[in-house]
């Protein structure tokens, strides 16, 4: 299974993003998919992730500003990013939870990463 993420890049504050993440392969079924972040010298953090049943959770710091949606046919979760922050700037990782036929399994997969910046 490959995830393939876009849509970063460098933003003032105060501005909009959106990112994609597609996923690819071996797929059965997509459980939950999400995006985390992770900023230099902080643990990564969950930003928000969507479940197959259209259940959201989001970050106290994102709710109201960001939102998740997905689009199953495509294997496709977004987050559009509204009124950006300087403390949004990190490193963002799509995630999706998958079930898999060949072997039966249930595993996280991993995208690359791809940075978002929010300075004047």
């Known amino acids: 299974v490959q995830l393939v993420e876009s849509g970063g890049g460098l933003v003032q504050p105060g501005g909009s993003l959106r990112l994609s993440c597609a996923a690819s392969?071996?797929?059965?079924?997509?459980?939950?998919m999400g995006w985390y972040r992770q900023a230099p010298g902080k643990q990564r953090e969950l930003v928000a992730e969507?479940?197959?049943?259209?259940?959201?959770n989001y970050a106290d710091s994102v709710k109201g500003r960001f939102a998740i949606t997905r689009d199953n046919a495509k294997n496709t979760v977004y987050l559009q990013m509204n009124s950006l922050k300087p403390e949004d700037t990190a490193d963002y990782y799509c995630?999706?939870?998958?079930?898999?036929?060949?072997?039966?399994?249930?595993?996280?997969?991993w995208g690359q990463g791809t940075r978002v910046t929010v300075s004047s």
């Open positions: 969507v479940a197959d049943s259209g259940s959201i």
């Open positions: 995630i999706a939870v998958v079930w898999t036929t060949s072997p039966p399994s249930l595993q996280d997969y």
């Open positions: 392969g071996n797929i059965f079924k997509i459980d939950r």
